[in-house]
C-alpha cells in the first residue's frame, strides 16, 4: 500500500506542473516580461521561498547536531 501512495505522489508530483504550464495566455493578458527577451522579471517570489527553506533546512541541521552532541 505504501509503494502505491509513493508512486501516486510521485507521479502527481511530476504531472501536476506540466499540465499547469500547458494553458495558453489569453489574448487579452500578454506574457510577462515582454516576450522572448524583454525586461526583466521578477524573482523575488520564488527566491524568497527558496532561501526560506535553505535556512529551516539549516536550522534542523544545526538543531539536530546540538541535540545529537
Do not use: H, R
Not at 510521485?10 to 506574457?31: G, H, K, R, T, Y
Not at 524583454?38 to 521561498?49: E, K, S, V
Request: glycine share 14%; proline share 13%.
Amino acid at each position: 500500500m505504501k509503494k502505491i501512495v509513493a508512486w501516486t505522489l510521485a507521479l502527481a508530483w511530476i504531472a501536476v506542473p506540466m499540465i499547469l504550464s500547458a494553458q495558453p495566455f489569453p489574448e487579452d493578458n500578454p506574457p510577462p516580461c515582454d516576450g522572448p527577451f524583454g525586461g526583466p522579471c521578477p524573482i523575488d517570489g520564488g527566491l524568497g521561498f527558496l532561501i526560506a527553506a535553505g535556512v529551516a533546512y539549516g536550522g534542523k541541521k544545526a538543531w539536530d547536531l546540538t541535540k545529537k552532541g
